[in-house]
């Protein structure tokens, strides 16, 4: 029998990229995402690709929508051996300029949005014995100014998925979080924020990054076969993430002399 896979925010990017890799390995793929057209393409994909694929229009700030993706999925395959927890939006703004609806909308969908996918999936994933994965961010870790909703929710993220590990490990499932710094995708496509000039630095960075969204994918896949807890599928972040935790005080320096330089700069 294939294993089955749930991916969501899968009508692009990372998440389309991460439904190819699956799908050349003869897995039932199951899709979500706000945009259905896309949702419909990837399915197609994986289609094309050897997998299974179901398609669902799925907001994850909505519980009663991710159940009715759980129902279906139980009813139709027995439920799941691995959740990606993928979908995600972009956004910055120096702290002074976030209203409540940038925190709103920013926390909702990157972090709740998370939180929503593994309370619904955890009772199957339990019974499976599967895994999950959770795309957090480096922006999670290292805490860049000029985006601390971004960085908040991502850092939770991340804490979520150290809970998860701790508390599911004696249970027999395995828990991952992903941790990509810049990489070439549509990100920008969700993106909110007062400045144009540092949208435009991130699309410079997202257009530079060494590596594309199909080679982070496939790091993202080894290293969830793998079992392993922390990805970090750019070397530059892992060396950036060893640089904090060995010597937090010069990285706090940094931190605060980018701002000074963003804060000439007008971002």
Request: with cysteine; aromatic share 6%; glycine share 10%.
């Amino acid at each position: 029998m294939s294993k089955r896979v749930l991916i969501t925010g899968a009508g692009s990017g990372l998440g389309r990229e991460l439904a190819h890799c699956y799908a050349r390995q003869g897995w039932r793929v199951a899709l979500t995402d706000v945009n259905d057209e896309g949702c419909k393409q990837t399915a197609s994909q994986v289609e094309e690709l050897g997998g299974e694929a179901e398609r669902f229009h799925c907001d994850v700030r909505d519980l009663g929508q991710m159940q009715q993706v759980a129902d279906t999925l139980e009813e139709k395959w027995g439920g799941l051996d691995l959740l990606i927890n993928n979908a995600g939006v972009a956004g910055g703004g120096s702290f002074a300029d976030l209203d409540d609806d940038e925190w709103d909308w920013m926390l909702a969908i990157n972090l709740k949005g998370v939180i929503n996918g593994c309370r619904i999936f955890l009772p199957s994933l339990l019974r499976s014995k599967g895994q999950i994965c959770n795309i957090a961010s480096m922006a999670g870790l290292l805490s860049a100014p000029g985006m601390s909703h971004y960085n908040v929710a991502k850092a939770g993220v991340v804490a979520l998925s150290e809970s998860l590990q701790a508390e599911l490990a004696s249970q027999g499932m395995a828990v991952s979080v992903v941790c990509p710094s810049f990489f070439q995708t549509n990100l920008l496509d969700s993106y909110r924020g007062s400045s144009a000039t540092l949208k435009e630095n991130v699309a410079k960075l997202l257009a530079g990054s060494p590596i594309s969204a199909q080679e982070v994918a496939q790091r993202v896949v080894e290293g969830v076969e793998a079992g392993q807890f922390m990805i970090l599928p750019h070397d530059e972040g892992a060396l950036a993430w060893e640089f904090k935790r060995n010597d937090p005080e010069s990285h706090r320096q940094m931190m605060e002399q980018l701002a000074v330089k963003m804060a000439e700069k007008g971002l």
